[in-house]
């Protein structure tokens, strides 16, 4: 288990390096930059402009600015802020709460609403009850976040005045209520997906007919057996989905203005700012690696037969 853990742990070295390359050349690649923004915003001269780029490292190739970010980045430094000129590190850490809460209770929302559903469905494979709760899944994929935020936001908070529109409130739980349910309605349609074609699947196995011949009651068979094997595959998907819930926050921070990664990462690409943007995506490749990391790790806890190799 040590041994898997170290390697694993000396892949992301590779990731990290690749992910952040595209990343460096992708937002190298949008028009303008921060020194051409300030010089906009402030009105400034050819001169200063000039001397902003200098400072920003701009007049300098992209191979020498990634090589540079690359050794700064070894050495834990993140760099500052082209624009305010504060601590990247500091400021990206200061908004990862706020998104791991979002993305945390999305989904514990997709997982409790998801799991349930796509395994009863399951168990009624082909009834009015299976045929419905399908429809509702493809629905729940389908709605765009951003639509359903509004809708949310409208019934919950305009027209019956149950929770706050927007805003943070210094982490009450009410102002999580709705950002966390845009978040995870589409994510617990597709853990539901996932959950029946597993359960189903589990269902017509050879071990699970002999338990039933045996003479096991159904819902020891269901729970011990079917729900424990299919976990596996839906722990996976649980996974993927949280690195993507890290992501997707982005456009729900925006929505419920939410001071999080998300929302900090759109300010950036907007203002031009490389080193916000780049830390903001570097936080959130990482959370999706080591939330990998450990999902590998609790199949053994589920599947004692599993190997690390």
């Not at 009834?127 to 509702?136: N, P």
Request: proline share 4%; hydrophobic share 55%; aromatic share 8%.
């Amino acid at each position: 288990m040590t041994s898997f853990i170290l390697r694993r742990l000396l892949q992301f070295i590779p990731t990290v390096i690749g992910v952040t390359l595209i990343v460096f050349l992708l937002l190298n690649l949008v028009p303008g930059n921060a020194a051409l923004a300030t010089a906009g915003r402030l009105e400034l001269v050819a001169d200063v402009v000039e001397q902003l780029r200098k400072d920003f490292e701009l007049d300098k190739p992209v191979v020498v600015r990634y090589a540079n970010y690359l050794g700064r980045l070894a050495q834990g430094d993140m760099g500052k802020s082209m624009l305010r000129r504060y601590d990247v590190a500091e400021v990206v850490f200061s908004r990862v709460g706020a998104t791991l809460k979002l993305a945390c209770a999305a989904l514990g929302i997709a997982i409790l609403i998801g799991v349930p559903l796509g395994f009863i469905a399951a168990l009624r494979q082909g009834s009015w009850l299976d045929i419905g709760l399908t429809v509702a899944s493809v629905a729940g994929v389908s709605i765009p976040q951003f639509w359903l935020g509004i809708l949310l936001m409208y019934v919950m908070s305009f027209s019956l005045n149950l929770l706050p529109t927007s805003g943070y409130g210094g982490g009450a739980l009410a102002n999580l209520v709705l950002p966390a349910l845009t978040l995870g309605v589409g994510y617990a349609a597709l853990l539901a997906r996932i959950t029946r074609a597993s359960v189903i699947e589990v269902l017509s196995t050879d071990y699970i007919r002999t338990a039933r011949a045996k003479g096991l009651h159904p819902t020891a068979v269901n729970l011990r057996h079917v729900l424990r094997n299919a976990s596996v595959l839906i722990l996976t998907t649980a996974g993927l989905l949280f690195g993507s819930l890290m992501g997707q926050t982005v456009v729900v921070e925006r929505v419920f203005a939410w001071p999080g990664v998300g929302s900090l990462l759109v300010e950036s690409i907007f203002q031009r700012d490389i080193p916000v943007a780049q830390g903001c995506l570097l936080v959130i490749i990482l959370a999706f690696l080591i939330v990998n990391l450990a999902v590998d790790i609790l199949y053994r806890a589920i599947n004692p037969r599993i190997e690390f190799k």
